[in-house]
């Protein structure tokens, strides 16, 4: 494989690493550095001048087309949600700006991205591909979490625990502690 | 084998690899105490092996395990940039609801301060 497609690649698996690190839950802290892997990944693959071989040459065209009406289309829909009364007040500047945003993404659409004529055949087996690999996952993942045996249930806390809980839970509600 | 049936095999294989590889990848770089995920990863090597051998076999113009897994890796890959549109045409219809959404009074939120 030479260089240019060796960099496609790991620009590939910087934003697999990005994405994945950006998740929530024990693994969090590191979701710190979700945003800047991804950054990478984006940067390598737009400045990598190195001659590409197939079959990544093909794609890269692809992503060429894509990219524009999606970033376009990313920051429309994250403005729309941001100014749409779903938590809050409509807010009129976000929301008129992002359907705006979302207008243009049409354009560039059009403009630039070219549907395969075989569209349907590729997305339909193609997603039927990642459905198969999904299911399987989830059984895997219910297969090893059935394997594992129960544990005991927690002890009692000790009062030191108690009174260290009780503690924390008075601070956060701005209760003092008799 | 007829080359329709041959496409769609290389887009049905090109998707699964892709999205064992992104479960492989996401296993490994959110590992936390409470994961478990060396059967898995390594179930899901293998069927990633075994679908490479796969397609190495089929095709004529590949000639390595790891050409294999670039040409379906570029199918699966291609397949996602084709169905993305039609997820975004989805996305927008409900930003198109939320937009126009009114909202219901919330006494905590909308009271007078």
Known sequence: MILGSTLFWSAILLLMVGISFGRMGPSFSRSNFSLPIIIMGILLLIFNNSPIENPESDLLDSVHGFAPWFFVCSLGCFLVLRGSPIYWKVRYPQLSIGWIIILLSFYLFYEYYELPDNFLLVSLFSSLGAILSLFLFILLVRFVENSIPLEDPAPELTEEEKDFVKKIISINIGVEEK | ?113
């Open chain 2, 1 to 113: 084998m007829s080359s329709a049936l041959l496409e769609i095999l290389y887009y049905t294989l090109g998707g699964f690899m892709l999205t064992n590889f992104s479960l492989i990848i996401f296993q490994l770089f959110s590992l936390h105490p409470y994961s478990k995920p060396t059967v898995p990863v390594v179930v899901q090597s293998f069927l990633i092996l075994i679908s490479a051998l796969i397609i190495n076999s089929l095709n004529d113009d590949v000639e390595t395990i790891v050409g294999a897994i670039r040409f379906s890796l570029v199918e699966g890959i291609q397949g996602i940039l084709i169905i993305i549109p039609f997820l975004y045409i989805i996305i927008i219809y409900f930003l198109l609801r939320a937009s126009f959404r009114k909202r219901p009074f919330d006494d905590l939120l909308d009271s007078p301060e």
